[in-house]
């Protein structure tokens, strides 16, 4: 009989144990949903406000992610990145990037947008010429850890011979923070496809976390029938 009660026991702890575990995966969800939520707010905002000055931007990056910000500065056009593998209304292309250099000195990665590929997905596509001297740009703040991933290219100057596999990140010493290009003050700099928003959806946390939740009482559920198939069976 105390081996029967230390089984059942032992059983009790098991579903105990199941039930903490649910409660855990469950506010875990809760929480990635919250911060789900909140990243995504602070991304509409930030969208929406009003544009501001690079340099004020820089002060606190991460809070001023997504905003427009304007400087200028020149491009070096010998700094030149194609990111393959991009897509585009179902089509290959890349995405195109060019190394920038404020006035102050600051240097970073401009994403000048989408370009479709050659004549298939690793052939390279016409490059917009890049204007010398001193430009304007404005553009949405980026930081540097959300830099578009996958296999690099770096174009010369003369936009000939692709160098295999070159770290963007690596090569060149830059800002903590990249631009994803709008326009500037001359028209070869307004993208013809501009860098993508982010789809904004806060996911199907808040649904996993009922779902543990709901998993948790089915432990609870399922022991009670255990205990009382038991006690059913004492009373026999």
Same mark, same amino acid.
């Given at each position: ?7 059942? =026991? $032992? &059983? ?41 000055? =690079? ?12 905003? *427009?910000?304007? *400087? !200028? ?6 700094? *030149? ?9 179902? &089509? ?5 990037? !060019? $190394?920038?250099? !404020?006035?102050?000195?600051? &240097? ?10 050659? &004549? @298939?997905?690793? !052939? ?22 959300? +830099? ?30 990249? $631009? ?16 993508? +928003?982010?789809?904004?959806? @806060? ?32 009373? =026999?």
């Amino acid at each position: 009989m105390r081996a029967r009660e230390q089984y059942f =026991l $032992l &059983k009790s702890l098991v579903a105990l144990a199941l039930i903490c575990l649910c409660l855990i995966a469950a506010q875990w969800q809760y929480n990635r949903g919250v911060d789900r939520h909140a990243r995504n707010s602070m991304i509409e905002a930030n969208i929406a406000a009003p544009i501001i000055s =690079l340099t004020s931007a820089a002060s606190d990056l991460v809070k001023n992610e997504w905003r *427009t910000v304007s *400087t !200028t500065g020149s491009f070096d056009a010998g700094q *030149t990145i194609l990111l393959r593998n991009r897509y585009f209304e179902g &089509k290959y292309g890349f995405e195109f990037l !060019t $190394l920038f250099e !404020t006035s102050s000195g600051a &240097k970073f990665w401009v994403d000048r947008g989408w370009l479709v590929a050659g &004549k @298939d997905a690793l !052939t390279a596509p016409v490059i917009p010429a890049t204007p010398a001297g001193q430009v304007e740009v404005s553009g949405r703040l980026r930081l540097d850890s959300s +830099l578009p991933r996958g296999s690099f290219f770096a174009l010369p100057a003369s936009g000939t011979g692709l160098i295999s596999k070159w770290n963007a990140q690596n090569e060149v010493a830059t800002e903590g923070f990249y $631009l994803d290009l709008l326009n500037g003050s001359t028209t070869e700099l307004t993208p013809s496809v501009a860098a993508q +928003l982010p789809e904004l959806s @806060d996911g199907p946390h808040m649904a996993y976390a009922l779902q543990w939740v709901f998993f948790g009482g089915l432990v609870v559920y399922g022991r009670i029938l255990i205990r009382r198939d038991v006690l059913s069976d004492k009373e =026999l």
